[in-house]
């Protein structure tokens, strides 16, 4: 089983659409969570992290986190063009190195 | 303030050969990392450096891969000699030292390396 599962997509939305994207880890001992936004070509960058269960908005994205069942999301509100991008829930653990999931692609199509 | 820069961004070689691949974190950062994404799988963690030592390599896949950071800087790593599996693209990350928490990693550009 792997540490990090990725609903692996690919997802196609109009613009405007509220966009939902969903993680499951299985090791309780992950400490951070993180989602990163990679574009073609280039390296992930860092939209949000969390360490505790809850929400945490920034803009129009959120970052949900249950630890008792294991699962992250990250939404998107009023998606636009330019949120499309491969998109990658990654889990710190104390030996301070990423555990990715396999990335979902996101299409906000104008 | 520039970013992690990696080169070369593309590497095409053949079976047999040998590949360094160069990582510069950020100014500052002692924390360095590389990390790989083979073809259709996740990102994985390779080694973390910090400073000039190995923190963790537990990712190194084997020891055909080497990986050195002399003087605490700039990273290489050395694939000797290249498979066909090693194809895929290399990411450096690094981060600040910090006291606890969490520190950002930020992700260079990626090596995109194939293995013909």
């Known amino acids: 089983q792997k540490e990090v599962e990725q609903d692996p997509g690919p997802l196609s939305v109009p613009e405007g659409a509220i966009v939902s994207l969903n993680c499951t880890y299985s090791n309780s001992a992950f400490q951070y969570f993180m989602w990163y936004r990679q574009y073609s070509r280039k390296g992930p960058e860092l939209l949000m992290y969390t360490y505790s269960s809850g929400n945490k908005e920034d803009g129009r994205f959120t970052a949900q986190v249950d630890k008792s069942s294991k699962y992250i999301s990250l939404f998107i509100r009023d998606s636009q063009p330019s949120d499309s991008a491969t998109y990658l829930c990654?889990?710190?653990?104390?030996?301070?190195?990423?555990?990715f999931g396999s990335g979902t692609q996101l299409t906000v199509l104008p | 303030e520039a970013g992690v820069t990696q080169f070369p961004s593309h590497s095409v070689i053949e079976k047999g050969q040998t590949v360094t691949l160069r990582c510069d974190p950020i100014s500052g950062h002692d924390n360095l990392y590389w990390y790989r994404r083979v073809m259709g799988k996740e990102i994985k963690f390779l080694l973390h450096f910090v400073k000039e030592s190995k923190q963790d390599e537990s990712g190194m896949p084997n020891n055909r891969f080497l990986a050195e950071r002399t003087g605490g800087t700039y990273s290489t790593l050395k694939v000797q000699p290249a498979e066909l599996e090693d194809s895929g693209v290399y990411f450096c990350a690094s981060s600040p030292l910090g006291t606890g928490g969490y520190n950002e990693q930020f992700f260079g550009p990626g090596t995109r390396l194939t293995v013909l």
């Open positions: 990654a889990i710190l653990g104390s030996a301070r190195q990423l555990t």
